[in-house]
């Protein structure tokens, strides 16, 4: 679909749904996304209005568009202007709301409305279906992982490492790895000074970290878990790591050593396992390490090319290309 993230799976699932819910009953049938979109055209402009980091509002935009709804987006301050833009380019009015991540929520969230859509990733008092249906739209990328798996005859994790926001990624992990036989190690990243969700697990209930938060790893900089998430992040995620961004730039370039173009939130996963592997704390994290997997949820493509150069040193589009003549 030429979107740099997973979000889309939690967003086209959860704006389905919520349609259905606004309608009371599924669309006539449809086979197709145009067929789908005319079938809804009586509710245009019906807009869509997520928060967003950038990722989760652009395949809400995305959803929109091919629904031909409008969408209202609402970032942070200090949002890169090449997120913005790629917002912008599937449609999206952007509007910058003075404040972070978490009074973009808040302001996304007065837009309810009969005729305003509000798909958010995160939840809140009175505001938690959509989110459930964010998170149920994510487990597909852990069916799709044991798939994959299963096909090649690699073997299966002994550990998984997902990147944290607000969480609802990693309650879809936890979700899927605590449902079936195989029980592999669950490790949460966050950023520095953005780890709520490690400072909830520490307080034993929900903590709030104020903003601002600067990390780079702009997807994971949330100040608050998701309501509906932290009860399966509380009894699921056997570890939880914060790393800076020193430890995010060279996770880039390792990826891009192997091939990988990973955008800075997409690298958090490889700098939290080699920040827990690495500490005398995490010792018995992986007991046969010899012999273990580990899996890393690189969640994101290089969203501000500009950026991945810099950080790199070389573009994006040059990383894993096998250069076949004899320069
Ligand atoms: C690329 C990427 N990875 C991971 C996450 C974390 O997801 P969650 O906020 O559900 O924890 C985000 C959230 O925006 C993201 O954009």
Not at 95 to 122: F, K, M, N, Q, W
Not at 130 to 141: H, K, N
Not at 167 to 178: D, K, L, P, S
């Amino acid at each position: 679909m030429g979107l740099p993230s997973f979000k889309i799976l939690g967003a086209s699932w959860a704006t389905y749904q919520a349609i259905c819910a606004h309608l009371g009953e599924e669309p006539k049938p449809w086979r197709n996304i145009t067929e789908l979109a005319a079938n809804l055209a009586h509710l245009k402009p019906f807009p869509l209005a997520p928060a967003t980091d950038e990722n989760h509002g652009r395949a809400v935009s995305f959803m929109a568009r091919l629904l031909g709804f409008d969408a209202r987006i609402f970032v942070p301050a200090g949002m890169a202007s090449a997120r913005i833009k790629a917002m912008e380019a599937e449609g999206a009015t952007v509007t910058v709301v003075d404040g972070d991540y978490d009074d973009a929520v808040a302001r996304s969230g007065e837009e309810a409305s009969d005729h305003c859509l509000v798909v958010s990733d995160t939840s809140w008092e009175g505001y938690e279906t959509i989110p459930a249906q964010v998170v149920e739209g994510y487990t597909t990328i852990f069916r799709e992982i044991d798939e994959a798996i299963d096909a090649s005859g690699l073997p299966h994790p002994d550990m998984v490492v997902v990147p944290m926001g607000v969480g609802a990624f990693m309650a879809a992990a936890v979700t899927h790895y605590r449902s079936g036989e195989r029980r592999p190690t669950i490790v949460g990243v966050e950023p520095l000074d953005a780890n709520c969700i490690q400072e909830s697990a520490i307080a034993g209930k929900l903590a709030h970290v104020p903003g601002p938060h600067k990390s780079i790893m702009v997807g994971l900089n949330c100040g608050l878990p998701s309501m509906i998430a932290w009860p399966r992040l509380s009894s699921g995620v056997d570890w939880f790591v914060s790393v800076d961004d020193t430890a995010a730039r060279q996770a880039m370039r390792d990826l891009a050593d192997s091939a990988v173009a990973a955008g800075e939130t997409g690298g958090a996963a490889l700098a939290g396992a080699q920040a827990l592997l690495t500490d005398p704390e995490g010792e018995d994290a992986l007991v046969d390490r010899a012999n273990s997997t580990v899996l890393l949820l690189i969640t994101e493509g290089a969203t501000d090319p500009g950026a991945f150069k810099e950080i790199v040193g070389r573009s994006h589009d040059s990383v894993g290309r096998v250069l076949t003549s004899a320069h």
